[in-house]
């Protein structure tokens, strides 16, 4: 008899629960979408292995815009010259709407709260979010203070705020304060600790400040995380002066319902990410969270009816994938692989097709999968999944090609079409033939790629000029193209010259190979005008030329109407 190793529970003591035998939160329901901030540009971007660049911070920015973000934390810029710059060239280029507010994240440390303000001169509005950790464990390991030392450390730094924000008179400043580490915070004291704060910055019902209570690491159930947020606000003084806010982790993989109970319990607004990314295990998931409310009946407020678009794009800013099971946005969300699931699905979409209202009721498809940009996609033959599958491992293992996968769904098709026609065994030797084919030597291609040149532009300084020769029918031409790096002035030049809308979503690159026999292999992904999507892949020894080869091998794909 087999016996399993007993883990050590004994080193773990249970969460203490808040005494609310009165609670009222578990009758409420949400009706009203909560104020969403987006935390992607700071709490998400410091949690990338490569944080963003000026390029993917500028991509994230304005997609967060597009989508209806009120909100958006920008930066830490005294921690960091990037996020400093970033907050510069959103101002002196004008870049933020005028419904739209920016924030930026300080400690509560007076140099640091300076170059902040510095990072912000000349903002039409802007919420200056100041902090400093709480918890009883921090207070103890970390600083060494009671309570009465970790308060004046708020208190000052509110101080320090509140000065430069008086000096600047011409921006419209928004105050937000949090306890970091709330949920680890004894609640009594986190409320005495806001109202230190609260007592220098003087909100009032025409000019609230934000309260922003962070489950910086996830310690409890939801429902007592919910309690604590009740037990605040039964005590903060002036609650028509403040506006409550919420900042969910997920370490213990609830932060969506932990963010759903707490806006029960009485919150106003929440901070969180795309996708849920963040520290260790993430932040909460704004889109699940709207598109929850969605699925009640209840506006999100925020547009995702192009949820794959915005999936690729958080993509290629964080560099991390979308779980192809996420909900509502993964490549599997809308999915059956089991026959009875399918049948159902099939006869509710029948009845679907025959309703006299526009009520959604079908089985096993909590939403519409049109109304975020989707369809329905049934399996229909187990070997084409296998199919998928085995062809990433031999171009992998046999030739070091590392498909993406969405590349690995697009390039199966292919494969799938030549098990067909033929009935035969697909071997590794016809499987690089046609990947080669398809992708690299293209020999009916339109355009193909010999070399490029790039400058910095004269007009811009964040952009750059190129000039790249290719060969159409045999002859060399010359195209010229500007853009904010070398693949997206080729895009430009390629477009104008072929007559393309070429809309790039996602980019991917990996080292082929070992020593001096190295090459690029990299992958770009074309948005069509249908809104479908399409690969290109190059590879060459310099890493811009083979990511120039790959859009040259999308867009010849995309005349071709690959």
Not at 7 to 21: A, D, G, S, V
Not at 46 to 60: F, S, V
Not at 67 to 79: Q, R, Y
Request: glycine letters at 8%; aromatic letters at 8%.
């Amino acid at each position: 008899m087999s016996t399993a190793k007993t883990m050590p529970f004994h080193k773990y003591r249970p969460f203490q629960p808040i005494n609310l035998p009165d609670r009222t939160w578990p009758n409420r329901t949400i009706t009203k979408a909560p104020t969403w901030c987006s935390v992607d540009l700071r709490d998400g971007n410091q949690a990338l292995i490569e944080p963003m660049g000026p390029e993917r911070k500028r991509r994230m920015f304005d997609t967060l815009v597009q989508l209806g973000f009120k909100e958006i934390e920008v930066g830490f810029p005294a921690a960091s010259q990037t996020d400093f710059d970033f907050v510069r060239e959103l101002i002196e280029q004008k870049l933020i709407p005028e419904d739209v507010t920016i924030q930026v994240l300080t400690q509560a440390r007076e140099e640091l709260i300076t170059r902040t303000f510095e990072s912000l001169k000349g903002v039409h509005r802007a919420i200056v979010h100041l902090y400093n950790s709480t918890s009883t464990l921090q207070r103890r390991v970390v600083f060494g203070l009671d309570q009465a030392g970790i308060t004046q450390i708020a208190v000052e730094g509110a101080k320090v705020v509140k000065r430069l924000a008086d000096a600047a008179p011409e921006t419209d400043w928004i105050f937000q304060y949090s306890p970091e580490s709330f949920t680890g915070t004894e609640i009594d004291y986190a409320v005495e600790i806001c109202e230190a704060v609260m007592d220098v910055f003087q909100p009032t019902p025409q000019k609230r400040m934000i309260l922003n209570l962070p489950a910086t690491v996830e310690m409890s159930t939801p429902n007592i995380y919910a309690d604590q947020i009740e037990y605040f606000l039964r005590k903060v003084k002036n609650r028509d002066s403040i506006i409550l806010s919420l900042h969910p982790h997920n370490d213990r993989g609830t932060g969506v319902a932990a963010a759903e109970l707490g806006v029960m319990a009485g919150a106003d607004r929440v901070e969180g990410t795309l996708f849920g990314n963040g520290e260790r295990t993430g932040n909460v998931d704004v889109v699940t969270l709207a598109m929850n409310l969605f699925t009640q009946g209840v506006d999100p407020t925020l547009d995702f009816s192009d949820i794959t678009t915005v999936a690729r794009t958080a993509e290629y800013c964080n560099q991390l994938p979308v779980h192809p099971r996420h909900p509502y946005v993964g490549e599997l969300a809308f999915t059956a692989f089991s026959g009875s699931h399918q049948d159902a699905i099939k006869k509710g979409m029948a009845a679907q097709s025959q309703r006299n209202d526009s009520i959604w009721e079908v089985p096993y498809l909590p939403i519409d999968p049109a109304d975020v940009g989707r369809a329905y996609e049934p399996v229909i033959r187990i070997n084409s999944q296998s199919g998928k599958g085995g062809v990433a491992y031999v171009m992998e293992q046999d030739y070091g090609i590392e498909l993406p996968r969405r590349l690995q769904i697009e390039f199966s098709q292919v494969i799938q079409k030549i098990a067909d026609a033929t009935g035969k065994e697909i071997s590794p030797e016809l499987i690089w033939n046609s990947f080669e084919a398809e992708y690299l030597s293209q020999p009916e291609a339109a355009y193909r790629f010999k070399n490029h040149r790039t400058l910095p532009d004269a007009h811009a300084s964040d952009r750059r000029s190129l000039t790249a020769e290719v060969l159409v029918n045999g002859e060399t031409v010359t195209l010229e193209g500007t853009g904010t790096g070398p693949i997206d002035a080729y895009i430009d030049a390629l477009g104008r010259h072929a007559g393309l809308v070429l809309n790039l979503i996602d980019y991917r690159e990996h080292a082929i190979g070992k020593g001096s026999s190295t090459e690029a292999a990299a992958f770009v992904e074309l948005k069509r005008p249908d809104g479908s999507t399409l690969f290109g892949v190059g590879c060459d020894r310099n890493i811009v030329a083979a990511s120039l080869k790959a859009v040259t091998s999308a867009a010849n794909r995309l005349m071709a109407g690959g």
